[in-house]
């Protein structure tokens, strides 16, 4: 004999399973964990800093 099966049980696994393979798919496209994150955080401000250091100090003067 069949066993039976729970139509909404096995509807609500499909799409949690197709749901899954999605979420993969996306981490794959756009994630970064947080340390990655935090990384180009700190190597932004750093250049940023290093770029204002490097500036010349002018006086309305010189113009």
């Given at each position: 004999m069949a066993e039976v099966i729970n139509l909404r049980q096995a509807r609500k696994a499909k799409?949690?399973?197709e749901a899954k393979v999605q979420a993969a798919a996306n981490r794959a496209l756009h994630g970064r964990t947080k340390?990655?994150?935090q990384r180009e955080a700190m190597d932004a401000a750093r250049a940023e800093r290093q770029i204002d250091g490097a500036k010349r100090e002018t006086d309305a003067n010189d113009l």
């Open positions: 799409a949690r399973g340390g990655e994150r």
